[in-house]
């Protein structure tokens, strides 16, 4: 049975991703979008049932680009009953534009390097944090149908005001790609000199850049649409910049130590799915660059009943291999290690303080 008739306006990457994982979930999927190539893509892979309107639809979703998601939603709006949500990363101008109980903006945290609908998959949003952001006149009804169909796409729904959303994005994602561009761009222009530059580019420098691959076309919208927050953070990265350049200028190893170990701190205490009350440990392996290491890796920990609660690859700076760093319970990190040692790796644990 089909759980109804759902809308995707706009199937590029996000819009088709979406698509695909309604319809894995049984809905009946329109789509819409200006781009007949990217329909009849988005047709063939399996992203949409039908292309167009129907004669209304309990859901919709706008997918379109930034500077054209108030229009859309208002559209959809005319041309449904159902709920309306977006996928736009800036928030505050759309929620002021849009005075409609039944729209509950949206914005799931994830992507692609991959762009357009080929690269969209069913399974993007499986462990993605995804916003809503209701205006305070939010119809309730309209607001859990939304929550309840993200969340059946694997999503972990968050709650925030328009404009708090638009400030904490422009600090975790907004700045984050503007600073791997610029890193980008001025070891490109550096290369000009010095012709080996880009080819020592490897372990840390490619995973702080690996943003910068990512569709160019969206981010004038963004950065238009959400500039003063991003303009505000920028200046704070900037200062912090100038303190961390006089630290070294003055040799400052005490404070320049001060300052490695507070980050190292929060870097390893970011969010994981692990429940409040476990006490967790990081296990670092070092592996080779060779296919199947994560997955060899992951089902031995699934064969002695380890649960890993989260799990990054850091690149070794040679670019040989790297470390693969698995964060679990334990009281259960000593089993992991032993099996891990039996298959000759070289495991090291730390306790992981939250």
């Not at 507070?262 to 006490?279: F, W």
Request: overall charge negative.
């Amino acid at each position: 049975m089909s759980q109804g008739r759902a809308v995707v306006v706009g199937t590029g990457l996000i819009g088709g991703s979406v698509g695909a994982a309604l319809r894995a979930e049984d809905w009946t999927v329109y789509g819409v979008d200006t781009d007949e190539t990217s329909l009849t893509r988005a047709m063939a892979i399996g992203a949409i049932d039908h292309v167009g309107w129907p004669d209304d639809a309990d859901f919709t979703v706008v997918a379109t680009p930034a500077l054209s998601i108030t229009d859309a939603v208002k559209d959809a709006l005319t041309r449904t009953s159902g709920p309306v949500t977006d996928v736009g990363s800036v928030k505050a101008e759309i929620a002021e534009a849009i005075v409609d109980p039944r729209f509950i903006g949206g914005h799931p945290m994830a992507g692609s390097e991959q762009e357009g609908v080929e690269g969209a998959r069913a399974d993007l949003f499986h462990g993605a944090t995804w916003v809503l952001t209701p205006r305070a006149d939010a119809d309730d009804a309209a607001f859990a149908t939304v929550r309840s169909v993200i969340t059946s796409l694997g999503a972990e729904v968050v709650t925030l005001d328009p404009a708090q959303h638009d400030r904490l994005v422009a600090m975790v994602s907004h700045v984050p790609h503007l600073t791997a561009v610029t890193l980008m761009r001025l070891a490109d222009e550096r290369s000009d000199q010095h012709r080996v530059l880009l080819r020592l580019a490897a372990g840390g420098f490619r995973d702080m850049t690996r943003i910068a691959s990512g569709h160019p076309g969206i981010w004038p919208d963004i950065c238009a649409a959400n500039a003063e927050a991003i303009v505000e953070v920028l200046g704070d990265l900037v200062a912090a910049l100038e303190e961390m350049r006089a630290v070294v200028a003055d040799n400052d190893a005490e404070r320049l130590l001060d300052m490695l170990r507070a980050a190292q701190r929060a870097r390893v205490n970011l969010p994981t799915t692990a429940p409040a009350d476990v006490e967790l440990s990081v296990v670092r392996v070092p592996v080779f660059d060779r296919p199947g290491e994560i997955a060899r890796i992951t089902r031995l920990a699934t064969d002695i009943d380890v649960n890993i609660y989260d799990l990054e690859i850091a690149h070794s700076v040679e670019g040989l291999g790297g470390v693969l760093v698995l964060v679990v319970e334990s009281r259960l990190a000593e089993r992991l290690l032993g099996a891990l040692m039996a298959h000759e790796y070289r495991p090291s644990i730390r306790s992981l303080l939250r």
